[in-house]
Nanobody, 116 residues
Framework: QVQLVESGGGLVQPGGSLRLSCAASGFSFSTYAMYWYRQAPGKERELVAAIRESDLSTMYADSVKGRFTISRDNAKNTVYLQMISLKPEDTAVYYC?????????WGQGTQVTVSS
């Protein structure tokens, strides 16, 4: 069955770094666009970053540009989110999402907490 399993979250001090991973299985990973979303307490889920399946072009929310980098390894069926210069406002549950036509898959999320 389809699975997206996020990992790499945790507690980090402001200014620190984390790398999130999302391991995919059960579908043709290389043909799907991949996304990272996040949801902070009391807020709506928001798109953080995306990477296309075709030309590997990327996009980022304004709030994370220059600090976050999305990448993918199709040989490992994995998408990554490298996060640097983390801020307390980056605290949220981060979700991996895969989309292709009508198919839309979500992971269970990984908690990122930025606090001193």
């Amino acid at each position: 069955q389809v699975q997206l399993v996020e990992s790499g979250g945790g507690l980090v001090q402001p200014g620190g770094s984390l790398r999130l991973s999302c391991a995919a299985s059960g579908f043709s990973f290389s043909t799907y666009a991949m996304y990272w979303y996040r949801q902070a307490p009391g807020k709506e889920r928001e798109l953080v970053a995306a990477i296309r399946e075709s030309d590997l072009s990327t996009m980022y929310a304004d709030s994370v540009k220059g600090r976050f980098t999305i990448s993918r390894d199709n040989a490992k069926n994995t998408v990554y989110l490298q996060m640097i210069s983390l801020k307390p406002e980056d605290t949220a549950v981060y979700y991996c999402n895969a989309r292709r036509y009508d198919n839309n898959y979500w992971g269970q999320g990984t908690q990122v907490t930025v606090s001193s």
